[in-house]
Every structure is written in C-alpha cells, then in structure tokens.
C-alpha cells in the first residue's frame, strides 16, 4: 500500500508539472515548470543543437527560449496516455504548430518522461516522431 500512495504523488506532481509543461508550449511561459525543477536537473534531448544530456536549469532555460523562438505561436498539445511508476512518469501526446516561417503545420507525437524527487522534477527525458499521418 505505501508503494501505491508513492506512485499516486508521484503521479500527481507530475500531472502538475506537465500541465506548466503545457503553458509553456502553448504560450510561451516557462515560469512554473523551471520552478518546480530541482537544482540538478537534468534533460536529454534527441536532436539538434540540445542533443543528448544537458545538466542544470540555466541549460534548460536556454531550451525553452529556443522553443518559443522556434514555435513564436505556440504548440497546441493532446494528451494521449499516462503511464507511471514510484518515480517516474511518461505522458503521451501528439502536438501541432507553426515552425518559424514554414507554410506547412508541424505535427509530431512526443513521449516526455518525467523523473520525481521529493516535490520537484530531477529529469526530463523527451523521445518524439511521426510520420505525418498519424497525427
């Protein structure tokens, strides 16, 4: 039973964290999801300039500029599935925007992990791709 009620906060902060994840990709605003990031955070990224582990949250605050600067709109997000653990959290979402100048809509389905300890989050671990039909 304990390991049950663990999951359950675990679960919770992260619901809470990843709904700021959310304001952040729709509108820009970063501030509570780097709040609730703990003093070694670290992040890994698939690709571009971010590939790989990052550590600390000025790294991650360079992220997230970059993304508002590259979605200068916003990321409309879908919630698909939760899966969780006593630590760790997965949330499953498909999400849609304009990329800078490009004519087409960006689309993509992205699995972001989420690491738990105490009340903030330690890791992000975000794993993303679509063929564009599946959105």
């Given at each position: 039973?304990?390991?049950?009620?663990?999951?359950?906060?675990?679960?919770?902060?992260?619901?809470?964290?990843?709904?700021?994840?959310?304001q952040g990709l729709e509108v820009g605003d970063w501030t509570f999801f780097q709040?609730?990031?703990?003093?070694?955070?670290?992040?890994?990224?698939?690709?571009?300039?971010?590939?790989?582990?990052?550590?600390?949250?000025?790294?991650?605050?360079?992220?997230?500029?970059?993304?508002?600067?590259?979605?200068?709109?916003?990321?409309?997000?879908?919630?698909?599935?939760?899966?969780?653990?006593?630590?760790?959290?997965?949330?499953?979402?498909?999400d849609q925007g304009k990329m800078l100048t490009q004519a087409d809509l960006y689309?993509?389905?992205?699995?972001?992990?989420?690491?738990?300890?105490?009340?903030?989050?330690?890791a992000y671990r975000e794993y993303f791709g679509s063929d564009g039909k599946s959105?």
């Open positions: 039973m304990v390991a049950n009620r663990t999951q359950q906060q675990t679960l919770a902060i992260a619901h809470q964290a990843f709904e700021y994840f959310i709040a609730m990031l703990t003093d070694d955070f670290t992040f890994w990224f698939p690709t571009g300039h971010f590939q790989g582990l990052n550590h600390g949250k000025d790294r991650a605050a360079e992220f997230f500029e970059y993304v508002n600067r590259l979605y200068p709109e916003g990321l409309k997000v879908e919630l698909e599935r939760v899966t969780s653990n006593e630590t760790t959290v997965v949330f499953e979402f498909r689309k993509n389905r992205v699995a972001l992990s989420l690491d738990v300890r105490g009340e903030k989050i330690c959105f």
